[in-house]
């Protein structure tokens, strides 16, 4: 399936850290960059952090910078988001999204992810 699949979110506590994943189809994967968005209630969907098809460029939102790390694996299909520090203002849906370009626009991203929920307490 061209769809990428989330998984890895839930709950943790302010300074806490989890890893998100997001599994793509093989045909397509690596052909494409991958990015990571999130939603938080009542709030437009923002930019997280993207990494080039090569997997040699990547892209922060500054609110994430130095916290969050984007990766991928290829033998797995697999894109990776490990977030540290994770503040409560993290808390949103985060769907990962594939797309031709590494970029910030959201517009630009084909496939899109159904999400997975990370939620960070006090």
């Known amino acids: 399936q061209v769809q990428p699949v989330e998984s890895g979110g839930g709950l943790v506590q302010a300074g806490g850290s989890l890893r998100l994943s997001c599994r793509g189809d093989?045909?397509?994967?690596?052909?494409?960059?991958m990015g990571w968005f999130r939603q938080a209630p009542g709030k437009e969907r923002e930019f997280v952090a993207t990494i080039s098809w090569t997997g040699s460029r990547t892209l922060y939102a500054d609110s994430v910078k130095g916290r969050f790390t984007i990766s991928r694996a290829y033998a797995d299909n697999t894109v990776y988001l490990q977030m540290n520090m994770l503040k409560p203002e993290d808390t949103a849906v985060y769907h990962c999204?594939?797309?031709?370009?590494?970029?910030?626009?959201?517009?630009?991203?084909?496939?899109w992810g159904q999400g997975t929920q990370v939620t960070v307490s006090d």
């Open positions: 999204a594939a797309s031709p370009y590494d970029s910030d626009d959201d517009k630009r991203y084909i496939y």
């Open positions: 093989g045909r397509t994967f690596s052909h494409y960059a």
